[in-house]
């Protein structure tokens, strides 16, 4: 399972500088619900969307997977017993900046480049199920919608993962 699953991420991480990007307008804030659904999250996560969320134009599947993976891992990496996740969202002039906060075990400034890295993890395979390409494919998807991300994170208190998006008319 692990390797078909090894497989499957380094194929879509392959095929996004590949692909025609096939822009659209969707509803980000529909898109976070369904992805809230489809994550099922355990009991003890709550996730909140703490603004108004904006249509973009983007190509949606790629978007929604950026989404998916950075709520993945909020879920995925929360250690402490209530779990609090955020979503949240600033328009500003140009921008759309997107936020998924938590409230999980954080991250060392150290490694703040290195999990945007192919292949990279910052914990055992046998601890956490990862094939350290997720966020390899997230960084990429952004920087072809002509996007940034950014992480801040204090180890044991929690991170904020920031996808700054250009709006584009």
Do not use: W
């Not at 060392?108 to 390409?133: A, C, M, N, P």
Request: some cysteine.
């Amino acid at each position: 399972v692990r390797l078909q699953r090894f497989i499957e991420d380094l194929l879509k991480y392959s095929k996004i500088s590949r692909s025609k990007v096939q822009k659209e307008i969707f509803d980000t804030c529909e898109s976070f619900v369904n992805i809230i659904d489809l994550l099922a999250a355990p009991s003890n996560i709550v996730i909140v969307i703490a603004s108004e969320l904006p249509k973009i134009c983007g190509e949606k599947l790629a978007l929604e997977q950026v989404f998916q993976n950075l709520l993945s891992n909020a879920i995925k990496y929360n250690d402490k017993e209530q779990g609090i996740i955020t979503i949240s969202c600033e328009e500003n002039e140009d921008t759309f900046s997107f936020s998924v906060a938590d409230n999980g075990m954080g991250i060392d400034k150290k490694y703040f480049d290195k999990i945007f890295q192919v292949f990279q993890t910052l914990h055992s395979r046998d601890t956490y199920e990862s094939t350290g390409i997720g966020l390899s494919i997230v960084k990429k998807v952004i920087e072809r919608h002509k996007g940034n991300i950014k992480v801040e994170s204090v180890v044991d208190e929690g991170s904020t993962f920031t996808v700054i998006l250009p709006k584009i008319n």
